[in-house]
């Protein structure tokens, strides 16, 4: 007898959200199928989510926009159900069933200061609701902080911006700083944090965008600015098209700079010194100012300031 596979609120929930970051749904279909949903099942699912959604919420975007990575992404059938054990109480969701929530973020239900993120413990330092923003120490060990800013230094070129006109992108008097991406996974390390990222904020790691490492000598700074695209600009199709909307930004700090480069929120007040090690999440569910995520880096007054950047976006980047 085949065992019963009941349509949770979750898997409802996921269907959505890559319907929303513009997946097309046979692709969908077939990452529920390779996670153990049965055919049948697997399209009543996307029917009654669809349709639910739809009367509720109203139309969805476009299918067909983002590239779609069907291995891992769909909670099984055991997850969506809630029958995938859960290893502890301070302990992040299964990977699998991240996506099912709508919005990356830490699991700070158990109300401690310490958390597991996969391989390691951090602290929670700060939390803020408006931006949503949580502020992480011991993210990153000092190892792992200069190993990455040994790896990236022979890579640096001035930082651009994208120029939301055209999707491309250029250099903008407006960020000062060099920098690089890695691939995503691209050696031991990146993938070990990438690991981590996806643990702690409960997010897919194929929705995230290759480490990108900045380095801001005395003086340079990032104006104030979105981490998310303007859907209104012409160049957002081709922006989108690679995984959707920006959701969420871990901004990482590689060493503490002697004076300055603190990340500020100017909408609220914020501001968020740069101490090696540790780790600044923030979301903002829409590309709205609203979400009061506009944010700088602030001058650096003394010495130099490293970071590196993770973007969570809405769908699968690839
Ligand atoms: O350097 C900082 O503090 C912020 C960096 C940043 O905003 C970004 O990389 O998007
Ligand atoms: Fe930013």
């Known amino acids: 007898m085949q065992a019963e596979q009941p349509i949770t609120q979750e898997l409802k929930r996921w269907i959505v959200a890559q319907a929303q970051a513009g997946c097309r749904p046979e692709d969908v279909l077939e990452a529920m199928k390779s996670s153990g949903w049965r055919d049948e099942v697997a399209i009543r699912a996307m029917e009654e989510a669809l349709q639910s959604h739809l009367q509720s919420q109203g139309p969805l975007p476009g299918s067909g926009m983002a590239a779609f990575d069907p291995r891992t992404t769909a909670p099984s059938p055991a997850q969506a ?14 990977a699998g069933l991240l996506a099912a929530a709508g919005q990356p973020g830490p699991d700070l239900a158990s109300g401690r200061s310490t958390l597991i993120a996969g391989d390691r413990e951090v602290t929670v330092l700060m939390q803020s609701q408006r931006p949503r923003a949580v502020l992480f120490g011991n993210f990153l060990s000092s190892g792992e902080c200069e190993a990455l800013v040994a790896m990236a230094r022979g890579r640096l070129a001035r930082s651009e911006t994208v120029v939301n006109e055209t999707g491309g992108s250029e250099v903008n008097s407006a960020r000062t700083s060099d920098g690089m991406f890695f691939n995503r996974g691209e050696n031991e390390l990146c993938a070990r944090i990438e690991k981590r990222i996806a643990d702690l904020l409960r997010w897919p790691i194929q929705n995230g965008e290759g480490l990108q490492v900045l380095r801001y000598l005395p003086g340079a700074r990032y104006l104030a ?22 959701v969420g930004t871990l901004v990482m700090y590689l060493n503490t700079p002697l004076r300055g480069g603190a990340t500020t929120f100017p909408d609220a007040g914020l501001e968020v010194s740069p101490v090696r090690g540790n780790a600044l999440f923030f979301a903002y569910d829409r590309p709205d100012p609203a979400c009061l995520a506009l944010h700088s880096g602030a001058p650096v007054e003394e010495g130099e300031k490293w970071v590196a950047t993770k973007w969570l976006r809405q769908g699968v980047f690839s």
Do not use: K, S, V
């Open 225 to 246: 600015h979105q981490d998310y695209f303007d859907p209104e600009q012409p160049g957002a199709g081709t922006i989108l098209a690679r995984g959707g909307q920006r």
């Open 81 to 94: 159900a809630g029958l995938t054990p859960r290893e502890g109480p301070a302990r992040a969701a299964p």
